[in-house]
């Protein structure tokens, strides 16, 4: 799993913690570019523990709750409550030093250009009627493709309709960010429609994170990755090759391996032996 964070943030409340105000200043940013969540002068963002949990399964709870209380009491974030329902005790987070380094290093779409799922982290551990849709920023190894709303009625959660493939690929920040590797991707569903083995939601995560470890997270390499198989209509992601042959998966070495063990191991000794 890979995730962004600034060193020198690290340096000063620890690594974990980074990622987390990465990941605040990511949502404060988007709600103040798009109007959002603004109280007593702030943008801020809301998550529950459990949902940090989930997006970022290599960290325990009281390892969250420690770097969370670490960047406020460094004067990183602050902390409120402001969800309409007494009842949930959601935390909210506004991002302190969003003035003072002018978010240089987030990329934001520009207001009523998104087309990212609307809201945004996750929806509060104790749903309340006002929460907004939305889902966590997504790392690149947890892409969710489901959008969850929150019934006006009974505050229930039910799922809503898949995502479609641009919310998908607009969904990843090094894919938003690059518009050549956003068209090689559409590129490459398009040839996998039109080879007759079309993509469903969960493929294209998975070739999403396929490209990314290959190419290492580097935007010209997975370029290069996604048109290779694009050009020679392969199905799957593969390193970069001069072969025209498309390699085969994991899964369909696992098939063969499995099928193998399966035949009778007398078989073939018995044809040596002239039995058979």
């Known amino acids: ?17 980074a990622i987390l ?10 709600n103040r570019t798009n109007e959002k969540n ?26 969250i709750r420690n770097a969370l ?11 409120g409550n402001f969800n309409e329902n007494g009842r949930d005790r959601t935390k909210w987070y506004a991002d302190l030093r969003a003035n003072n380094n002018n978010n240089n290093n987030i990329e934001v779409p520009e207001k009523d250009n998104c087309i990212l799922p609307k809201g945004q982290m996750q929806v509060p551990e104790k749903e309340n009627a006002s929460a907004e849709k939305g889902e966590a920023l997504p790392d690149i190894n947890h892409i969710n ?6 019934s006006k009625k009974s505050g229930d959660i039910t799922r809503a309709s898949e995502l479609s493939f641009d ?18 991707f559409i590129n490459f569903i ?8 079309q993509l469903t939601n969960r493929g294209l995560e998975l070739a999403i994170n396929r490209a990314f470890k290959i190419g290492k997270g580097d935007p010209v390499e997975m370029v290069k990755i996604i048109n290779q198989s694009v050009e020679r209509s392969w199905r799957g992601i593969f390193p970069l090759t001069d072969s025209t042959i498309e390699p085969k998966s994991r899964e369909q070495i696992a098939r ?6 399966s035949v009778n191991p007398y078989t073939d000794l018995k044809k040596e032996l002239g039995i058979l």
């Open 1 to 17: 799993m890979l995730n962004a964070f600034d060193t020198e943030v690290a340096q000063d409340v620890g690594i974990v913690a």
């Open 21 to 30: 105000y990465k990941n605040i200043q990511y949502w404060c940013e988007k």
């Open 38 to 63: 603004e109280h007593d002068g702030l943008y801020w963002t809301y998550n529950s523990i459990k949902a940090y949990c989930e997006q970022f399964p290599y960290m325990k709870a009281k390892q």
């Open 69 to 79: 209380a670490d960047l406020e009491e460094n004067g990183y974030i602050r902390s």
């Open 145 to 150: 493709t489901t959008n969850k709303k929150v």
């Open 167 to 184: 919310e998908i690929l607009d969904s990843v920040p090094v894919i938003h960010e690059n518009p050549e590797l956003r068209e090689s």
């Open 190 to 197: 398009k040839m996998r429609k039109v080879i007759k083995a």
């Open 256 to 261: 063969e391996a499995q099928a193998a063990r």
